[in-house]
Nanobody, 120 residues
Framework: QVQLVESGGGLVQAGGSLRLSCAAPGRIFSTYAMGWFRQAPGKEREFVASINWNGGTTFYSDSIQGRFTISRDNAKNTVFLQMNSLKPEDTAVYYC?????????????WGQGTQVTVSS
C-alpha cells in the first residue's frame, strides 16, 4: 500500500497564504505525476492542480489559476501547493494524489487529506 501524507493545512484569513506539502514513497514519487484535489463540505471533490514527473508540465483549474502554484522536489519526494490570495471559498479538505502518467485520467494513490480553512 502506497501512503501519501499531506501537511501544511490550517486556518488563515482571507488574502493570506499557505503551503501544502505531500510526501510520497521514493520508489514511486520520482516517476509519477502528482495532483492536488479539494473537497468542500457538501460538494464533490474537484481538481486543483497537477504536475508531471519532472515538473516540466503543470495544469490548474480555472478557479485557482494565478493564485496557486504546484511544484515538486524529487530529491525530497515531496510535492507542494503554494496557495496565495486565499478566499473563503478555498475552504476545503485538500488531497494529494499520484498516477503513473499525467495524461492518464485515473489516479492510483491518494492521501488522507489536510484541512484548509479561510476566514473572511
Amino acid at each position: 500500500q502506497v501512503q501519501l501524507v499531506e501537511s501544511g493545512g490550517g486556518l488563515v484569513q482571507a488574502g493570506g497564504s499557505l503551503r501544502l506539502s505531500c510526501a510520497a514513497p521514493g520508489r514511486i514519487f520520482s516517476t509519477y505525476a502528482m495532483g492536488w484535489f479539494r473537497q468542500a463540505p457538501g460538494k464533490e471533490r474537484e481538481f486543483v492542480a497537477s504536475i508531471n514527473w519532472n515538473g516540466g508540465t503543470t495544469f490548474y483549474s480555472d478557479s485557482i489559476q494565478g493564485r496557486f502554484t504546484i511544484s515538486r522536489d524529487n530529491a525530497k519526494n515531496t510535492v507542494f501547493l503554494q496557495m496565495n490570495s486565499l478566499k473563503p471559498e478555498d475552504t476545503a479538505v485538500y488531497y494529494c494524489a499520484a498516477k503513473r502518467q499525467l495524461t492518464i485520467p485515473r489516479y492510483d494513490y491518494w492521501g488522507q487529506g489536510t484541512q484548509v480553512t479561510v476566514s473572511s
